[in-house]
Protein backbone atom coordinates (compact mmCIF):
# COMPACT_ATOMS: atom_id res chain seq x y z
CA UNK A 1 0.00 0.00 0.00
CA UNK A 2 0.87 3.73 -1.14
CA UNK A 3 2.65 5.67 2.02
CA UNK A 4 1.41 9.32 1.36
CA UNK A 5 3.30 11.84 4.13
CA UNK A 6 0.54 15.05 5.02
CA UNK A 7 2.36 17.97 6.75
CA UNK A 8 0.31 19.76 8.66
CA UNK A 9 -3.04 18.62 10.08
CA UNK A 10 -5.25 20.77 10.55
CA UNK A 11 -8.38 21.64 8.60
CA UNK A 12 -7.23 20.40 5.29
CA UNK A 13 -4.77 17.79 6.46
CA UNK A 14 -7.50 16.11 8.12
CA UNK A 15 -9.58 15.84 5.15
CA UNK A 16 -6.73 15.16 3.03
CA UNK A 17 -5.97 12.09 5.81
CA UNK A 18 -10.08 10.92 4.83
CA UNK A 19 -9.38 11.27 1.26
CA UNK A 20 -6.15 9.23 1.21
CA UNK A 21 -7.17 6.69 3.24
CA UNK A 22 -10.38 6.25 1.63
CA UNK A 23 -8.51 5.29 -1.67
CA UNK A 24 -7.20 2.27 -0.19
CA UNK A 25 -3.59 4.22 0.45
CA UNK A 26 -1.76 5.07 3.97
CA UNK A 27 -1.89 8.18 5.10
CA UNK A 28 0.91 9.41 7.83
CA UNK A 29 0.18 12.82 9.58
CA UNK A 30 2.79 15.02 11.09
CA UNK A 31 2.29 18.46 13.17
CA UNK A 32 4.33 20.49 14.92
CA UNK A 33 1.45 20.17 17.58
CA UNK A 34 0.80 17.35 19.05
CA UNK A 35 -2.84 18.29 19.66
CA UNK A 36 -3.48 18.54 16.13
CA UNK A 37 -2.71 15.24 15.53
CA UNK A 38 -4.89 14.36 18.79
CA UNK A 39 -7.86 15.69 17.39
CA UNK A 40 -7.18 14.77 13.33
CA UNK A 41 -7.80 11.73 14.16
CA UNK A 42 -10.83 11.96 16.05
CA UNK A 43 -11.95 14.32 13.09
CA UNK A 44 -10.76 11.64 10.78
CA UNK A 45 -12.78 8.87 12.78
CA UNK A 46 -16.22 11.09 13.07
CA UNK A 47 -15.77 11.93 9.35
CA UNK A 48 -16.04 8.69 7.82
CA UNK A 49 -18.49 7.55 10.43
CA UNK A 50 -20.83 10.44 8.86
CA UNK A 51 -19.77 9.37 5.08
CA UNK A 52 -20.55 5.53 6.10
CA UNK A 53 -23.95 6.57 7.33
CA UNK A 54 -24.91 8.56 3.90
CA UNK A 55 -23.89 5.39 1.52
CA UNK A 56 -20.64 7.24 0.18
CA UNK A 57 -17.99 4.96 1.57
CA UNK A 58 -17.03 1.35 0.39
CA UNK A 59 -15.79 -0.28 3.45
CA UNK A 60 -16.13 0.04 6.97
CA UNK A 61 -14.97 2.77 8.60
CA UNK A 62 -12.91 0.79 10.85
CA UNK A 63 -11.23 -0.50 8.21
CA UNK A 64 -10.03 2.84 6.40
CA UNK A 65 -9.36 4.74 9.66
CA UNK A 66 -6.74 1.64 10.43
CA UNK A 67 -4.97 2.83 7.35
CA UNK A 68 -4.55 6.00 8.74
CA UNK A 69 -1.37 6.73 11.12
CA UNK A 70 0.74 10.07 13.03
CA UNK A 71 3.62 11.41 14.28
CA UNK A 72 5.83 13.91 15.31
CA UNK A 73 9.01 12.70 13.71
CA UNK A 74 9.22 14.21 10.63
CA UNK A 75 11.98 12.16 9.39
CA UNK A 76 9.83 9.03 9.84
CA UNK A 77 6.82 10.37 8.28
CA UNK A 78 8.81 10.97 4.96
CA UNK A 79 10.69 7.72 4.96
CA UNK A 80 8.97 5.58 2.01
CA UNK A 81 6.45 8.00 1.25
CA UNK A 82 5.21 8.01 -3.07
CA UNK A 83 3.62 11.47 -2.13
CA UNK A 84 4.23 14.51 0.24
CA UNK A 85 1.46 17.45 0.49
CA UNK A 86 1.76 20.26 2.83
CA UNK A 87 -0.74 21.68 4.70
CA UNK A 88 0.67 25.12 6.60
CA UNK A 89 -0.65 27.96 6.96
CA UNK A 90 -1.46 29.89 4.38
CA UNK A 91 2.22 32.31 5.12
CA UNK A 92 4.80 32.13 2.34
CA UNK A 93 7.75 32.39 4.52
CA UNK A 94 6.49 29.44 6.13
CA UNK A 95 6.25 26.89 2.87
CA UNK A 96 9.65 28.38 2.32
CA UNK A 97 11.28 27.23 5.08
CA UNK A 98 9.36 24.01 5.05
CA UNK A 99 10.03 23.24 1.25
CA UNK A 100 13.53 24.15 1.42
CA UNK A 101 13.95 21.36 4.20
CA UNK A 102 11.35 18.81 2.97
CA UNK A 103 13.43 19.19 -0.58
CA UNK A 104 16.79 17.88 0.92
CA UNK A 105 15.11 14.59 2.76
CA UNK A 106 12.58 13.89 0.17
CA UNK A 107 13.93 11.69 -2.69
CA UNK A 108 13.75 13.29 -6.14
CA UNK A 109 10.95 11.53 -7.51
CA UNK A 110 8.57 12.27 -4.98
CA UNK A 111 6.25 14.94 -5.61
CA UNK A 112 5.93 17.62 -2.79
CA UNK A 113 2.70 19.32 -3.44
CA UNK A 114 1.47 22.19 -1.70
CA UNK A 115 -2.16 22.66 -0.28
CA UNK A 116 -2.24 26.12 -0.65
CA UNK A 117 -5.59 28.42 -1.59
CA UNK A 118 -3.80 31.62 -3.29
CA UNK A 119 -0.29 31.36 -3.46
CA UNK A 120 1.69 30.08 -6.27
CA UNK A 121 4.31 27.20 -5.97
CA UNK A 122 7.10 29.57 -7.67
CA UNK A 123 6.54 31.84 -4.67
CA UNK A 124 8.27 29.46 -2.45
CA UNK A 125 10.48 27.24 -4.53
CA UNK A 126 12.58 28.73 -7.01
CA UNK A 127 15.82 28.63 -5.13
CA UNK A 128 15.23 24.91 -4.89
CA UNK A 129 17.49 22.19 -6.61
CA UNK A 130 14.09 19.77 -6.85
CA UNK A 131 11.99 22.80 -8.07
CA UNK A 132 10.72 20.60 -10.95
CA UNK A 133 8.74 17.99 -8.69
CA UNK A 134 6.98 20.98 -6.82
CA UNK A 135 3.40 22.07 -7.46
CA UNK A 136 -0.12 23.11 -6.24
CA UNK A 137 -2.86 20.74 -5.58
CA UNK A 138 -5.57 22.90 -3.99
CA UNK A 139 -8.63 20.90 -2.62
CA UNK A 140 -11.82 22.26 -1.82
CA UNK A 141 -13.14 22.63 1.49
CA UNK A 142 -13.55 20.02 3.04
CA UNK A 143 -11.27 17.76 0.83
CA UNK A 144 -13.46 15.01 1.51
CA UNK A 145 -16.85 16.43 0.23
CA UNK A 146 -15.83 19.59 -2.19
CA UNK A 147 -13.99 16.68 -4.44
CA UNK A 148 -12.14 19.07 -6.31
CA UNK A 149 -8.70 19.59 -6.55
CA UNK A 150 -6.75 22.73 -8.94
CA UNK A 151 -3.66 21.76 -10.36
CA UNK A 152 -0.75 24.50 -10.47
CA UNK A 153 2.05 24.40 -11.93
CA UNK A 154 4.59 26.32 -12.00
CA UNK A 155 6.92 27.55 -14.72
CA UNK A 156 9.44 24.81 -14.13
CA UNK A 157 6.82 22.08 -12.85
CA UNK A 158 7.84 19.31 -14.84
CA UNK A 159 4.98 17.83 -16.98
CA UNK A 160 5.48 14.48 -15.84
CA UNK A 161 4.62 15.71 -12.13
CA UNK A 162 1.60 17.32 -13.28
CA UNK A 163 0.23 13.68 -15.30
CA UNK A 164 1.48 12.30 -12.09
CA UNK A 165 -0.69 14.03 -9.68
CA UNK A 166 -3.52 14.11 -11.90
CA UNK A 167 -3.54 10.75 -12.34
CA UNK A 168 -3.00 10.16 -7.77
CA UNK A 169 -5.60 12.69 -7.58
CA UNK A 170 -8.52 10.83 -10.00
CA UNK A 171 -7.73 7.56 -8.58
CA UNK A 172 -8.58 9.53 -4.93
CA UNK A 173 -12.29 9.80 -6.78
CA UNK A 174 -11.23 13.49 -7.35
CA UNK A 175 -12.92 15.79 -10.38
CA UNK A 176 -9.38 17.62 -11.26
CA UNK A 177 -8.65 21.08 -12.80
CA UNK A 178 -5.32 21.37 -14.33
CA UNK A 179 -4.37 25.35 -14.92
CA UNK A 180 -2.65 26.31 -17.69
CA UNK A 181 -0.56 28.75 -15.93
CA UNK A 182 0.01 30.08 -12.58
CA UNK A 183 -2.45 32.87 -10.94
CA UNK A 184 -2.69 34.16 -7.49
CA UNK A 185 -5.70 32.71 -5.68
CA UNK A 186 -6.37 30.14 -8.83
CA UNK A 187 -9.72 29.56 -10.37
CA UNK A 188 -11.79 28.33 -7.02
CA UNK A 189 -10.94 31.44 -5.39
CA UNK A 190 -10.91 34.25 -7.92
CA UNK A 191 -14.69 33.21 -8.51
CA UNK A 192 -15.30 33.03 -4.55
CA UNK A 193 -13.30 36.05 -4.01
CA UNK A 194 -15.37 37.78 -6.60
CA UNK A 195 -18.58 36.46 -5.34
CA UNK A 196 -18.29 37.75 -1.64
CA UNK A 197 -16.57 40.96 -2.98
CA UNK A 198 -19.92 41.93 -4.65
CA UNK A 199 -21.78 40.46 -1.28
CA UNK A 200 -19.86 43.09 1.13
CA UNK A 201 -20.42 46.37 -1.56
CA UNK A 202 -23.97 45.42 -1.95
CA UNK A 203 -24.26 45.28 1.99
CA UNK A 204 -22.11 48.39 2.51
CA UNK A 205 -23.69 50.19 0.09
CA UNK A 206 -26.76 49.05 1.87
CA UNK A 207 -28.94 47.86 -0.90
CA UNK A 208 -30.31 45.14 0.75
CA UNK A 209 -29.78 43.14 4.09
CA UNK A 210 -26.99 40.50 4.59
CA UNK A 211 -29.41 37.74 5.03
CA UNK A 212 -31.35 38.74 1.84
CA UNK A 213 -28.33 39.05 0.04
CA UNK A 214 -26.90 35.56 1.74
CA UNK A 215 -30.45 34.20 0.62
CA UNK A 216 -29.73 35.23 -3.27
CA UNK A 217 -27.00 32.87 -3.12
CA UNK A 218 -28.12 30.14 -1.37
CA UNK A 219 -31.66 29.94 -2.87
CA UNK A 220 -31.57 30.47 -5.98
CA UNK A 221 -27.61 30.77 -7.68
CA UNK A 222 -26.21 28.18 -5.37
CA UNK A 223 -28.81 25.95 -6.52
CA UNK A 224 -28.26 25.35 -9.95
CA UNK A 225 -24.11 26.06 -9.32
CA UNK A 226 -24.45 22.96 -7.59
CA UNK A 227 -24.69 20.78 -11.16
CA UNK A 228 -24.30 23.34 -13.49
CA UNK A 229 -21.13 25.90 -14.22
CA UNK A 230 -21.61 29.97 -14.68
CA UNK A 231 -21.79 29.41 -18.27
CA UNK A 232 -23.92 26.66 -18.86
CA UNK A 233 -26.33 28.27 -16.48
CA UNK A 234 -26.36 31.20 -18.87
CA UNK A 235 -26.93 29.22 -21.88
CA UNK A 236 -29.81 28.04 -20.86
CA UNK A 237 -31.26 31.61 -19.90
CA UNK A 238 -31.61 32.21 -23.77
CA UNK A 239 -32.60 30.11 -26.22
CA UNK A 240 -29.41 30.16 -28.47
CA UNK A 241 -26.88 29.73 -25.96
CA UNK A 242 -23.94 32.19 -24.71
CA UNK A 243 -23.93 34.14 -27.30
CA UNK A 244 -27.90 34.95 -27.79
CA UNK A 245 -27.31 35.48 -23.94
CA UNK A 246 -24.22 38.28 -24.66
CA UNK A 247 -26.79 40.08 -27.23
CA UNK A 248 -29.88 40.32 -25.08
CA UNK A 249 -28.00 41.06 -21.91
CA UNK A 250 -24.40 41.54 -22.50
CA UNK A 251 -25.06 45.40 -22.41
CA UNK A 252 -25.85 44.81 -18.57
CA UNK A 253 -22.81 42.72 -17.60
CA UNK A 254 -20.64 45.42 -18.68
CA UNK A 255 -21.72 47.94 -17.53
CA UNK A 256 -22.46 46.32 -14.08
CA UNK A 257 -18.89 44.79 -14.09
CA UNK A 258 -16.99 48.24 -14.67
CA UNK A 259 -19.14 49.92 -12.36
CA UNK A 260 -18.06 46.82 -9.77
CA UNK A 261 -14.66 48.85 -8.00
CA UNK A 262 -12.26 47.26 -5.88
CA UNK A 263 -13.33 48.26 -2.27
CA UNK A 264 -11.30 47.42 1.09
CA UNK A 265 -12.55 46.05 3.66
CA UNK A 266 -13.16 47.73 6.92
CA UNK A 267 -12.62 46.27 10.20
CA UNK A 268 -15.80 48.07 11.72
CA UNK A 269 -17.94 47.01 8.36
CA UNK A 270 -16.88 43.61 8.48
CA UNK A 271 -17.38 43.29 12.52
CA UNK A 272 -20.78 44.83 11.88
CA UNK A 273 -21.64 42.58 9.07
CA UNK A 274 -21.19 39.84 10.85
CA UNK A 275 -23.10 41.31 13.73
CA UNK A 276 -26.46 41.41 11.73
CA UNK A 277 -25.53 38.36 9.58
CA UNK A 278 -25.52 35.89 13.24
CA UNK A 279 -28.80 37.65 14.03
CA UNK A 280 -30.44 35.74 10.99
CA UNK A 281 -28.74 32.17 11.86
CA UNK A 282 -29.31 29.87 14.18
CA UNK A 283 -27.20 30.48 17.71
CA UNK A 284 -24.79 27.47 17.47
CA UNK A 285 -21.03 27.23 17.69
CA UNK A 286 -18.65 27.49 14.84
CA UNK A 287 -17.65 23.52 15.09
CA UNK A 288 -21.37 22.42 15.20
CA UNK A 289 -22.35 24.67 12.36
CA UNK A 290 -19.37 23.27 10.25
CA UNK A 291 -20.62 19.46 10.77
CA UNK A 292 -24.17 20.68 9.87
CA UNK A 293 -22.69 21.62 6.38
CA UNK A 294 -20.53 18.36 6.38
CA UNK A 295 -24.19 16.20 6.42
CA UNK A 296 -25.89 18.88 4.61
CA UNK A 297 -23.06 18.45 1.66
CA UNK A 298 -23.14 14.66 2.28
CA UNK A 299 -26.68 14.70 1.79
CA UNK A 300 -26.50 16.20 -1.72
CA UNK A 301 -23.27 14.08 -2.68
CA UNK A 302 -25.39 11.38 -2.27
CA UNK A 303 -28.47 12.84 -4.04
CA UNK A 304 -26.46 14.04 -7.08
CA UNK A 305 -24.36 10.44 -7.59
CA UNK A 306 -27.98 8.84 -7.26
CA UNK A 307 -29.64 11.45 -10.08
CA UNK A 308 -26.61 11.43 -12.61
CA UNK A 309 -27.22 7.46 -12.61
CA UNK A 310 -30.82 8.12 -13.79
CA UNK A 311 -30.57 11.23 -15.61
CA UNK A 312 -26.90 11.68 -16.87
CA UNK A 313 -24.75 14.82 -15.85
N1 LIG B 1 -9.27 26.27 5.35
C1 LIG B 1 -9.60 26.27 4.07
O1 LIG B 1 -10.75 26.56 3.70
C2 LIG B 1 -8.60 25.86 3.02
C3 LIG B 1 -9.04 25.32 1.79
C4 LIG B 1 -8.09 24.89 0.85
C5 LIG B 1 -6.74 25.05 1.12
N2 LIG B 1 -6.35 25.60 2.31
C6 LIG B 1 -4.91 25.76 2.54
O2 LIG B 1 -4.45 24.65 3.30
C7 LIG B 1 -3.39 25.08 4.15
C8 LIG B 1 -3.74 24.72 5.59
O3 LIG B 1 -4.94 25.37 5.96
P1 LIG B 1 -5.81 24.89 7.22
O4 LIG B 1 -7.12 25.59 7.10
O5 LIG B 1 -5.76 23.40 7.33
O6 LIG B 1 -4.96 25.54 8.42
P2 LIG B 1 -4.97 25.11 9.97
O7 LIG B 1 -4.54 26.29 10.73
O8 LIG B 1 -6.26 24.46 10.32
O9 LIG B 1 -3.83 23.96 10.06
C9 LIG B 1 -2.47 24.20 9.88
C10 LIG B 1 -1.69 23.19 10.71
O10 LIG B 1 -0.31 23.27 10.35
C11 LIG B 1 0.46 23.08 11.54
N3 LIG B 1 1.81 23.60 11.30
C12 LIG B 1 2.25 24.87 11.35
N4 LIG B 1 3.54 24.94 10.97
C13 LIG B 1 3.93 23.66 10.69
C14 LIG B 1 5.14 23.07 10.24
N5 LIG B 1 6.23 23.80 9.99
N6 LIG B 1 5.18 21.73 10.07
C15 LIG B 1 4.09 20.96 10.32
N7 LIG B 1 2.91 21.47 10.74
C16 LIG B 1 2.83 22.80 10.92
C17 LIG B 1 -0.34 23.79 12.63
O11 LIG B 1 0.00 23.32 13.91
C18 LIG B 1 -1.77 23.43 12.23
O12 LIG B 1 -2.23 22.25 12.86
C19 LIG B 1 -3.22 26.59 3.91
O13 LIG B 1 -2.20 26.79 2.96
C20 LIG B 1 -4.56 27.00 3.36
O14 LIG B 1 -4.52 28.13 2.53
C21 LIG B 1 -7.25 25.98 3.27
Not at 89 to 97: G, M, S
Request: glycine share 6%; net charge negative; charged share 30%.
Amino acid sequence: MEKIALIGSGLIGTGWGIVFSESGRNPVLYDTDINALDKALMEIEKGLSDLDEYGLIYEPPETILSRVSTSTNLEEVLDGAVHVQESIPERAELKKDLFEKLDKMVPNDVTIASSTSTIPVSAFTEHLPGRERCIVIHPGTPPHLLRLVEIVPSPWTSSRVVTKSRDLMEDCRQATSVLKKEIQGFVLNRIQYAVISEVYRLWEDEVAGIEDIEKTVREALGLRWSFMGAMETISLNAPGGVPDYNNRYGQWVNEINTSQKARQWSEESVNRLETERLKSRPSVDNSSRRSWRDKRLMALLAHKRDRSKIEGD
